[in-house]
């Protein structure tokens, strides 16, 4: 494994605090967060967000705001078609992480991407797709950065990530890592350096030190550490895409 299966620590984190600009519509029977430039409404690049297990929340929808700030029509569908983790039921502690996890296999999740790719391609006219993913999210991005799917990758604490699905990807991909992960390992992570190096692709993975699993989407906004970690990991996610996309 490039990435260890997701676990507790993928199942917490804090709320920020916002009002989301996009809106959510159903697109091929999946709800589906969408948020454009301000004056484009028809760009030729946009970011597909997959999320952690929260799905569409605001800590996510507030992060797709930015990128489109940043000139990219992005948009979140609901990978858990409405069974997404509730940050309530984090709260108290009601959370089954591994039951949860059976039923949002790749069986169940992978038409949800397809469907999204297509309708950004196909509806929308995008020429080229750049895609976030975040935790759970990670490993959908390698299984899609292929010629013609996803153009360019980025993701931020990965999980579930084989070698086998990092050493196929066909295209630039970028990775926030957290010091502090039981889920991408520092021997993972390392691994994962060998993996990548041996693509041929672009590829840039930066540690941030001091914070956990999680830190850039639900990182503590109050603790000076984590919020500038949480903000420099969007930032190499825009570079990225600037520089690849």
């Not at 597909?48 to 569908?77: C, H, K, M, R, W």
């Not at 409405?82 to 996890?101: F, T």
Request: hydrophobic share 40%; net charge negative.
């Amino acid at each position: 494994m490039a990435s260890n299966p997701p676990g507790a620590c993928c199942a917490s984190g804090f709320k920020h605090e916002g009002t989301p600009v996009g809106e959510v519509k159903n697109i091929d029977g999946v709800n589906t967060y969408v948020v454009y430039p301000k004056d484009n409404k028809t760009p030729d690049k946009a970011v597909l967000f997959l999320t952690d297990v929260f799905g569409i929340f605001p800590n996510a929808q507030l992060l797709a705001d930015e990128f489109a700030s940043n000139g990219y029509l992005t948009i979140i569908p609901d990978l858990f078609r409405g069974d997404q983790i509730k940050v309530a039921d984090m709260d108290s502690g009601k959370v089954n992480l591994p039951s949860w996890i059976s039923n949002h296999q790749p069986a169940v999740v992978e038409p949800v991407v397809e469907s999204s790719i297509k309708y950004l391609r196909e509806t929308l006219g995008v020429k080229k797709i750049g895609a976030v993913g975040y935790c759970f999210g990670a490993k959908y991005v390698c299984r899609y950065l292929q010629p013609g799917q996803i153009d360019v990758g980025y993701s931020a604490h990965p999980s579930f990530v084989t070698h086998e699905l990092l050493g196929a990807i066909q295209g630039p991909f970028s990775i926030a890592a957290a010091e502090i992960d039981q889920i991408f390992t520092t021997q993972l992570r390392h691994e994962s350096e060998d993996t990548l190096i041996k693509t041929g692709q672009p590829w840039q993975i930066n540690l941030f030190g001091g914070v956990k699993h999680g830190f850039a989407v639900r990182g503590d906004l109050n603790d000076n550490k984590q919020k500038f970690a949480k903000e420099q990991a969007f930032y190499q996610a825009v570079l990225w895409f600037n520089q690849f996309l």
